[in-house]
């Protein structure tokens, strides 16, 4: 069975300062994707990052950026320069053989 | 590109009616689409895998006879909930996945409100 957990039901940060997003994953495959989505008051999911497992290099957008630690089956998202349109709830993800399984979401909060 | 649409936005109806949501991929093929329910402050839940050609696959707990998809292209699956009830009522999302990309990324819609009065 694929579960993501994600521990931190809130988080807050003053904008333009960092943040980082918490989450476990456990699945018993070798090839797997990971992924963060952001969900903004209007539903829309919107891809935030993904990484593939078989890469050992942490991938990186703009001021988003993760830290895969395949061994720990740990995957956070560090936010960089924080902004107010930050301010939404954020699903960690984990594809592994086919459909898709989310964390129960944080909600962040950009204070001004 | 890799657009999903989805219609109703949201819609009103009356205890035991039913309802179908159309989920599109407007400018790529999806083999395979996915149907997501959401509660208010909740995580996204799977409820059935939809292929193109086949029948689809539920999640446990999931009763296939009430919610009804149908995948008959590569760019339009349906859900329909019969005899919907107030229970019913949530924010359904479909996501569609492109056979043209390699590192299975979904691609959402923008989610259909569902009201059952």
């Known amino acids: 069975a694929q579960t993501v957990t994600q521990s931190q039901p809130e988080m807050s940060v003053q904008e333009a300062e960092t943040v980082t997003l918490s989450c476990t994953y456990d699945?018993?495959?070798?090839?797997?994707?990971l992924f963060w989505y952001k969900q903004p008051p209007s539903r829309q999911m919107i891809l935030v990052i993904r990484?593939?497992?078989?890469?050992?290099q942490n991938a990186t957008e703009n001021r988003f950026s993760v830290n895969f630690q395949k061994a720990a089956k740990s995957f956070s998202l560090k936010i960089s320069d924080s902004q107010l349109g930050d301010a939404a709830m954020y699903f960690c993800?984990?594809?592994?053989?086919?459909?898709?399984?989310f964390g129960a979401g944080t909600r962040l909060t950009v204070k001004p | 590109g890799a657009v999903v649409s989805q219609h109703p936005s949201w819609v009103i109806c009356k205890s035991g009616t039913s309802v179908k949501i159309e989920c599109r991929s407007l400018?790529?093929?999806?083999?395979?689409m996915f149907w997501y329910r959401q509660f208010p402050k909740q995580s996204l839940m799977l409820m059935a895998t939809?292929?193109?050609?086949?029948?689809?696959?539920?999640e446990q707990g999931v009763e296939k006879d009430k919610f009804l998809i149908n995948h008959a292209s590569l760019t339009l699956s349906t859900l329909t909930v019969t005899s919907a009830h107030p229970e019913d009522s949530s924010f359904y999302i479909c996501?569609?996945?492109?056979?043209?990309?390699?590192?299975?990324?979904?691609?959402f819609g923008p989610g259909t409100r569902l009201t059952v009065l």
């Open positions: 996501s569609a996945l492109s056979t043209r990309r390699s590192y299975n990324e979904q691609f």
């Open positions: 699945t018993s495959e070798s090839d797997y994707y």
């Open positions: 990484q593939e497992a078989y890469k050992q």
């Open positions: 993800a984990l594809v592994a053989i086919g459909d898709m399984r």
């Open positions: 400018d790529f093929q999806a083999t395979t």
């Open positions: 939809s292929n193109e050609g086949s029948k689809a696959t539920y």
